[in-house]
Every structure is written in C-alpha cells, then in structure tokens.
C-alpha cells in the first residue's frame, strides 16, 4: 500500500511490519535478539558485516551517528512497532530498507527458506498531534499483553498486577529502559529527541497502569492504533 506522505526531517512516525501471510517472524530468542542488535547497528551510513560484531556487546560496536531516531520499540511474534523521528532527510526509508533485507537474509538462512519474509514494504502512520505520539508510548509497550491475554482491550485486563509482572519480564520491546533497568539495549534508543512526557519512572509506570485498564481500544485494518483520547493521555 502506497503512504500518503513524505518522511519528513524532525517529524514523528509509527512504523511496522509483519510477516507475509502474518506468519511468524521471531521463532525463538536469538531471531528477537538478533533483530535488536540489527536495529542498533544498521542505525548508521557506516557499512558493516555482521558477522563481526553478532557476538560482541553494543558498547564495543562503532556505527557512526545514527541516521533515524528511535524513541520506543516492540517485537511480537508476527510483527514489530517502532516509534521513530527522522532526524536526516531519508533517514527512515534508507534504515528501514536495510533492517529488513537484513533480518529476511538472516531468517531465510537460518530456516532455509526463500521468498519475501515481510508482508510488503513497511507501513508508516505519521503522528500528527503531541496526544496522539504520547499515546503511541503506551499502545507499542502493551503489545506483549496480548500474549496473555488476547482480548484484553475488548474485555479488559483480568489480571493487571500479573500483566505489569509480564511486561517487566518481557525483554524484547523497551518497556524496560523507560522503567529504568540498567542493560545495553539502552543504547538503541534515542529518548533525548523525544518530548519528555515522563518526569520520573513512577510517572511512566501510573501511565502504562492507566492505559492498561482501559478497555475497546480501536485498530485500523492495517494493524495500526486509532487514537480515540484515551483518558490516560
């Protein structure tokens, strides 16, 4: 599906991308971590060969500046959502093109499989009110509830203390490094482009606890959230 828009240099977007046929694009924690990593180094105008830096740590990687600003991200098992600012004028396109062609030679090899691995190019929704982008820090963050509970949003949450558990535990969106844990993955972020909405993290946790409990929350057909002033923004 062809965007109605043009990246724009400090402007703010939604992006994802799911699997073709919505199959499964993370099958165990390597593809997760794997994915990660490629997000941190492919940030970059720098080449690279990723066989020389799978096995090191991020703070040992030298990438250059990174071309795209990433403010919030989430893997699931068909999908992943990210909240990026283009901060270079085809900053996100350029990045975007090579993290998947990346991840699809990495998963191809690994599976043995041929084909196109994402469902077509990347979808994008431009963010265009400050609720609407706060909004987006709590709707990729509470992804992973739905893996415990499936229809949470229609129904509401029937156990949000073992949700909140869940979230804290689940190491592959970075719900973790607005709580504050200490962990390389923090490099991948770029929070200070990002509007602080959160003054402390007792401030970010209340946010996530009122979003969590708030039920019917609406999707676009593409997946994508519909922002409805949820009373938490």
Same mark, same amino acid.
């Given at each position: 599906?062809?965007?109605k828009?043009?990246?724009?240099?400090? $402007?703010?977007?939604?992006?994802?991308?799911?699997?073709?046929?919505?199959?499964?694009i993370?099958?165990?924690? @390597?593809?997760?971590?794997?994915?990660?990593?490629?997000?941190?180094?492919? /940030?970059s105008g720098k %080449?690279?060969k990723?066989?020389?830096?799978?096995?090191t740590s991020?703070? *040992?990687?030298s990438?250059?500046?990174?071309?795209?600003?990433?403010? !919030? @991200?989430?893997?699931?098992?068909?999908?992943?959502?990210?909240?990026?600012?283009?901060?270079?004028e +085809?900053?996100?396109? !350029? @990045?975007?093109?090579?993290?998947?062609? !990346?991840?699809?030679?990495?998963?191809?090899?690994?599976?043995?499989?041929?084909?196109?691995?994402?469902?077509?190019? @990347?979808?994008?929704?431009?963010?265009?009110?400050? /609720?609407?982008?706060?909004?987006?820090?709590?709707?990729?963050?509470?992804?992973p509830?739905?893996?415990?509970? %499936?229809?949470w949003?229609?129904? +509401?949450?029937? *156990?949000?203390?073992? !949700? $909140? /558990?869940?979230?804290?535990?689940?190491r592959?969106s970075?719900?973790?490094?607005y709580?504050g844990?200490?962990?390389?993955?923090?490099?991948?972020?770029?929070?200070?482009?990002?509007?602080e909405?959160?003054?402390?993290?007792?401030?970010f946790k209340?946010?996530?606890?009122?979003?969590?409990?708030?039920?019917? $929350?609406e999707e676009?057909?593409?997946?994508? %959230?519909?922002y409805?002033?949820? %009373?938490?923004?």
């Amino acid at each position: 599906m062809e965007r109605k828009f043009n990246f724009s240099v400090d $402007e703010y977007y939604h992006v994802y991308s799911r699997g073709t046929e919505r199959r499964e694009i993370f099958l165990d924690n @390597f593809d997760k971590e794997r994915f990660l990593k490629l997000l941190f180094v492919l /940030n970059s105008g720098k %080449p690279f060969k990723f066989r020389d830096v799978k096995d090191t740590s991020y703070a *040992n990687i030298s990438r250059g500046n990174p071309r795209t600003a990433i403010g !919030a @991200f989430c893997l699931m098992p068909n999908h992943f959502h990210l909240l990026l600012r283009e901060t270079e004028e +085809g900053g996100i396109s !350029a @990045f975007m093109g090579k993290l998947l062609t !990346a991840y699809s030679m990495y998963f191809n090899k690994k599976y043995k499989r041929t084909g196109g691995l994402f469902e077509g190019t @990347f979808r994008a929704e431009y963010v265009d009110n400050d /609720n609407y982008l706060k909004y987006l820090f709590a709707y990729i963050h509470l992804n992973p509830v739905k893996l415990i509970e %499936p229809e949470w949003k229609e129904k +509401g949450i029937a *156990n949000k203390s073992f !949700a $909140e /558990n869940y979230l804290k535990k689940y190491r592959y969106s970075s719900y973790e490094d607005y709580m504050g844990s200490e962990r390389e993955e923090n490099i991948i972020l770029s929070k200070e482009v990002f509007p602080e909405y959160f003054d402390s993290i007792h401030d970010f946790k209340d946010f996530i606890t009122d979003c969590l409990t708030y039920k019917n $929350e609406e999707e676009n057909t593409q997946g994508s %959230p519909v922002y409805t002033g949820l %009373p938490c923004v």
